[in-house]
């Protein structure tokens, strides 16, 4: 991998994501060497991916690049590769490019979509955990209103404008928000010989509310917010299975539909090596310790969401969220260097800064630590903390941008079928 040895102790990371890049950071200007490996060569803002796949916003504006993130960092490597295989015993790893010895190993790949098992519903439904597979659902998307203006077939017509989005948690909200805006603001406009009326989005949620993880004054309130965008929220059923064409659930309800999205899960995304039965619990998550060493391991550790911390009061372990993520990455950073210097390590404490959710335009559900929310002011405070945490200051500026263009506008200019959609079966 061309990476010179040198004196100082190396720490591989494995993941450009929240955890990954705030644990790198921590390590900048220190006597260590830092080589991070991630099989993208951008960091990607997860919690706006349903905009990209909305036509809300360009891809690129929630991406960055990552060797542009380190740039300035000395005794920093970034390498292109995918790690197929961690050898814990022999202290390296291995990737599609090549073999790389560690002194301190930290896993930070993040989770991949859940399926439970369900091949056919992996086959055929949509995901949408990375910028390809927001791209794919955004031309699918506008590619079934073109194919719906051509069909002379009324089944066939309901069924491309119907959405079916399965999961009930804030990705699933948020998408159904912004297809519900399309629907009204952006369809009638574009497709005037087209009856959109006819468009419906539906959310399929097992639980019997939706936003689980929050109050449920968010949760009813959200629940109000997209039924009076026309959301049909379904509670209490579970989606069993899906051809392609027909959405089966454990209940009479059925749903013809062309675009099922699977926004109902994700497991921690293991690497061979780390991932044997006794390290890995709930979630496909490698369970850590309070400095996130990874059991039977004192130079390994896992962070953000592939790691599962458990405390008494995240009995299931720590959330899969984007804070857990950034807080432990800046406390790794600190213990490595302590236990470097043999000094004893910090124990992780969470500091909870709360969760939101937006449901379309002037609406949104915030709930703080001391104070809970919802409406226009908490899509304020929405807006303001996604374009705080985004990198980059040119994303900062074009997000802001595009989102008061959007609004003055009742637009989303970016609804273009770039790459006409092919389903991968890898997704
Ligand atoms: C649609 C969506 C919306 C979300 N909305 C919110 C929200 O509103 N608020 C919130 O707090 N959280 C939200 N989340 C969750 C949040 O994005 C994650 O909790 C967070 O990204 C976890 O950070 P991480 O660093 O652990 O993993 P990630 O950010 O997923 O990063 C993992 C990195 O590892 C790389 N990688 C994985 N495997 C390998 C490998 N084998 N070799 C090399 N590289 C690898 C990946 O390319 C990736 O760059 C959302 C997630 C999604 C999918």
């Known amino acids: ?49 349903y905009q990209v796949s909305t ?20 005794n920093f490597h970034f390498r292109l590769a995918e790690v197929n295989e961690i050898d814990a015993s022999a202290k390296k790893v291995m990737t599609n490019i090549g073999v790389l010895k560690f002194d301190y190993l930290v896993i930070a790949s ?9 091949e056919e519903i992996k086959k055929h439904s949509m995901a949408m955990k990375t910028i390809p597979q927001s791209l794919n659902l955004r031309s699918l998307i506008l590619e079934n209103f073109e194919e719906a203006l051509l069909t002379s077939d009324l089944h066939e017509r309901n ?18 928000g912004a297809l519900a805006e399309i629907k009204k603001g952006i369809l009638p406009k574009d497709y005037p010989d087209l009856d959109t009326r006819l468009a419906q989005i539906h959310i399929v949620q097992s639980s019997d509310c939706i936003l689980k ?14 039924e009076k965008l026309g959301v049909n929220v379904w509670k209490n059923v579970r989606v069993i299975d899906y051809d392609g064409k027909l959405v089966t659930t454990d209940t009479d309800l059925t749903f013809e539909t062309a675009t099922l999205i699977w926004a109902a899960g994700v497991m921690g995304a293991t ?22 060493q990874v059991k039977s391991f004192s130079n390994i550790f896992a962070i953000g969401d592939v790691a599962c911390m ?30 470097i210097e043999q000094k004893p390590m910090k124990p992780f404490e969470y500091k909870d800064k709360g969760v ?23 899509w304020f405070v929405w807006m303001f903390v996604h374009l705080f945490f985004l990198i980059g200051f040119r994303n900062r500026v074009v997000v802001f941008v595009n989102w008061v263009y959007n609004y003055v506008r009742f637009d989303r200019e970016a609804r273009l079928i770039i790459r006409p959609f092919k389903k991968n079966l890898k997704n």
């Open 271 to 292: 690497i061979k090596g780390i991932d044997s039965r006794e390290l890995i619990t709930r979630g496909n998550r490698i369970l850590v310790n309070e400095f996130n």
């Open 55 to 74: 036509g809300g916003l360009e891809p690129d504006s929630i991406a960055y690049p990552i060797r542009k993130i380190l740039k300035d960092f000395p």
């Open 159 to 176: 069924a491309l404008m119907n959405f079916v989005i399965v999961g009930g948690g804030p990705t699933g909200v948020e998408l159904a």
């Open 110 to 118: 993040g989770s991949k979509t859940n399926y439970f098992g369900n």
């Open 213 to 226: 993880g929050m109050s449920d004054k968010a949760s009813e309130k959200a629940e109000e917010f997209l």
């Open 1 to 49: 991998m061309n990476i010179p040895r040198t004196s100082y102790p190396r720490i591989v990371i494995i993941g450009g994501g929240f955890a990954g890049i705030s644990l790198a950071k921590k390590l900048s200007k220190q006597e260590v060497q830092v080589v991070l490996l991630d099989k993208n060569n951008y960091h990607t803002f997860q919690p706006l991916l």
């Open 356 to 378: 939101m959710a937006t449901i379309g335009r002037n609406k949104a559900v915030v709930d703080l630590p001391k104070f809970k929310f919802q409406g226009v002011f908490a």
């Open 310 to 339: 458990v405390t008494d009061d995240y009995m299931d372990g720590l959330p899969m969220m984007a804070q857990p993520a950034i807080q432990q990455g800046e406390q790794l950073g600190d213990n490595i260097l302590r236990l």
